[in-house]
């Protein structure tokens, strides 16, 4: 069966740093992938997706930027966080079968608190 | 563009009793997909139920079933005989513009009362 990775689960991290999140998948070939924030008491927001390796899509200009160096890997990453870069991180996976929307599955999730 | 409306921001229900959580959605698509998630307090998003709109019957899934009115755009969800562990965050989504793109609601806050 399928399952996906995230971690950090909880990161605290000052104003400027940098960062890194990290996604893999593991139980499937080839899966689209996807970066989501949540705000607070709000809906998921759609950040990155990849259909494949070294594919990206941006879906909100930001300070943000994604990478999959690998077919079942995904890292969401920073140079200099901003206090609004505050959110969970969710990670998402899922496998188109003849071009329709298949269930995206997600992971469990990554709180950042920039101070 | 394609929209998905949850009217209800809470909702309190008695254990045991059934729930509808509300959903009506926009497109001008013909095809398209309806999901529900769950998110309880751990943060983890889990999928529920899919109803496609070409799909003639209702989704069930065990206690979850999808009351599908395709003229209304409607697409509710439904859990018979509450659990303690039914409270959480609940999420509709359907089909974006792309394959890859999901529209997520607001979402629900249904808390089940012992």
């Known amino acids: 069966s399928q399952t996906i990775h995230q971690w950090p689960a909880t990161l605290v991290q000052p104003v400027g740093s940098p960062l890194s999140l990290e996604c893999t998948v593991e139980?499937?070939?080839?899966?689209?992938l996807y970066w989501y924030r949540q705000a607070a008491g709000r809906g998921l927001q759609l950040l990155f997706y990849s259909v494949g390796i070294g594919q990206i899509s941006s879906e909100v200009p930001q300070n943000l930027s994604a990478s999959r160096p690998q077919d079942r890997q995904f890292i969401l990453s920073s140079k200099k966080l901003l206090l609004s870069d505050s959110g969970f991180y969710l990670c998402a996976w899922s496998v188109l079968n003849g071009g329709i929307q298949e269930t995206q599955y997600f992971g469990p999730g990554t709180r950042l608190l920039v101070l | 563009a394609q929209k998905i409306t949850q009217t209800q921001p809470g909702m309190f229900v008695q254990e045991k009793e059934a729930v509808t959580l509300d959903c009506t959605y926009d497109?001008?698509?013909?095809?398209?997909?309806l999901f529900w998630y769950k998110q309880p307090s751990s943060g983890e998003m889990i999928f529920l139920i899919y109803q496609g709109s070409y799909d003639e019957q209702n989704a069930t899934e065990g206690r979850y079933s999808l009351n599908f009115q395709k003229a209304r755009k409607s697409a509710n969800l439904v859990i018979s005989a509450s659990q303690l562990g039914d409270s959480a965050m609940y999420f509709c989504?359907?089909?974006?513009?792309?394959?890859?793109?999901?529209?997520w609601g607001a979402g629900t806050k249904l808390i089940i009362k012992p």
């Open positions: 139980g499937t070939s080839n899966p689209n």
């Open positions: 989504a359907m089909t974006g513009d792309s394959n890859y793109q999901l529209i």
């Open positions: 497109t001008s698509d013909q095809s398209y997909g």
